[in-house]
């Protein structure tokens, strides 16, 4: 994959009390928090997609809560790309690309402003756009969102697990969230734990299977690739809404 790569060394904490907490968004008693700083994860897949297209040259991600505003908001912008995917991973139909990093690899995105819509990720960051501080997050950008978070000098931090369903148990999530935080901490950590821990999650088992198409297990060898990218995904406020920018340090 010819996509940039962080090398950095392990994140250390800085001289502060942290406060971490976590907040899972199909749960219908969290759904507010007071944290400074947010951090909204989908690791499988809207926030790993919306990783490799910034990589990929993006100028920007629009994440647009529903699936029928796609084509106002592409209207209004050039060069613009439409992605996205319903609840259980099938994509939207009338898109360009569905909810898919690995569709996005040889992509020419360069320029382009992609629109992308999804029932988790997308949905959490809207839920939570009032927070002082808005990342998108997933496995590929989790040292990066360490480091950014770190710069922020912010001590209250809220993770925001976006895969936990009925029938899922979003550990590929929640190991993401356990990473950053662990970074944070100055912990010594093996990214590699984390890594099988989104292979081995509910949703992770469905793409590693390979029988459909929705769930290509390309799609999960890239999610699962601890630190792929070396930048954040800080979340801000434009004229369209929502925009996800590529912070590289």
């Avoid at 999530?173 to 944070?184: F, Q």
């Avoid at 093996?190 to 793409?207: I, L, N, T, W």
Wanted: hydrophobic share 45%; proline share 5%; charged share 20%.
């Amino acid at each position: 994959m010819e996509l940039p790569i962080d090398s950095g060394g392990t994140v250390v904490d800085y001289p502060v009390v942290l406060q971490f907490s976590r907040l899972f968004l199909n749960r219908p008693e969290d759904q507010a928090t007071t944290a400074d700083i947010v951090v909204v994860i989908d690791v499988l897949r809207s926030f790993t997609t919306a990783a490799i297209a910034l990589a990929r040259g993006a100028l920007a991600v629009y994440p647009v809560q529903n699936p029928d505003c796609v084509g106002t908001i592409c209207a209004r912008l050039a060069h613009p790309v439409s992605a996205g995917a319903a609840a259980g991973g099938a994509p939207i139909p009338g898109l360009d690309f569905g909810n898919s990093p690995s569709a996005f690899l040889n992509a020419d995105l360069k320029g382009k402003n992609v629109v992308i819509s999804t029932a988790a990720g997308v949905r959490g960051l809207h839920c939570f756009r009032s927070a002082r501080q808005l990342y998108a997050a997933s496995l590929v950008c989790a040292k990066a969102t360490a480091e950014a978070i770190r710069e922020t000098r912010g001590e209250d931090i809220c993770f925001v697990i976006t895969g936990e369903w009925d029938d899922r148990d979003g550990d590929e999530d929640i190991a993401c969230a356990d990473y950053i935080e662990s970074l944070l901490r100055g912990e010594s950590t093996d990214s590699e734990v984390f890594a099988r821990r989104v292979r081995m999650s509910d949703f992770g088992a469905r793409f590693a299977t390979g029988t459909s198409p929705n769930l290509p297990r390309a799609d999960l060898d890239i999610a699962a690739h601890p630190d792929l990218v070396g930048f954040a995904m800080p979340v801000h406020f434009g004229a369209e809404g929502l925009v996800i920018l590529l912070d590289r340090k």
